[in-house]
């Protein structure tokens, strides 16, 4: 996301599990793959010019098992993501990414991890996302209305810490979009990362290998019969960003969350 209306660093507060509705068969460890290594059954492509599950310069790639994002020639980039065709609540979201050679400006390298993305297909869809980006990731963006409560931390603490109990209420408009500041900067930007995203009803926790850099909950968002009216945001679709560079991911996967487990 490049635009802001606020930010803000936080500090984080761990908490338990919640209920799982995932119609999708886990592995023995818990553990569901969202992406086969194949193909993009259970995905769906949508890019800015060409529109849902149409992608003629292959934007979107499988290769030696990963997807592969924006191997394209930079007269060829459009902005877009890869999206689930189901809507997922209470779950563990964990996905690993690697950088590729290729960006298209002359800034960092950008990509995202979005959940809880609800309504019509659009480049920003009203999400919550997880940056991906060099030197950002892990810091909260709220799109296209959603609105939700942080943990703040004191400009003259530590980047990294949890003991602060102060929250505050941080609102995006229709159409735009707000940033919470991650707590610390864990990022490899050479090698491969772990980026987990924590669903526990209205809350969210944001985890860059292994340390948790983002808390929020009482995840709402304007509701669609009334939109002066906000409602909570519980459930809502994956999406993984085609940018601002070229990015590989792997090992898509889900972890249902059941009454009383410790994430």
Known sequence: MKSAVFFASICLLLAAGGLSSVCVSAADDGWTPLFNGKNF???YTYLRSSGKNHDPNGVFKIENGMIHILDIP???????Y????????????????KWGVKRFSEGKRDSGLL???VGPDRVYPRSLE??????DTGDLWLVDGASVTAFLISPALPMYDDDMQTGTRVSSLPGESSRVLKSGDFEDRAGWNTVEVILEGDR????VNGRIV????DIKQPDPQ????????????????????????RDVKIKSLAPGAKP
């Open 41 to 43: 059954d259970g995905w």
């Open 74 to 80: 930079a007269d060829k980039v459009e902005a877009g």
């Open 82 to 97: 890869l999206a689930t065709t189901q809507e997922f609540s209470n779950v563990r979201i964990h996905v690993e990414y």
């Open 115 to 117: 959940y809880l993305a």
């Open 130 to 135: 997880c940056q991906i980006e060099e030197t």
């Open 204 to 207: 969210a926790k944001q985890v």
């Open 214 to 217: 983002n808390t929020a909950w």
């Open 226 to 249: 009334n939109p002066s009216h906000m409602i909570p945001l519980k459930s809502g679709r994956i999406l993984l960003e085609a940018e601002g560079a070229e990015i590989w991911f």
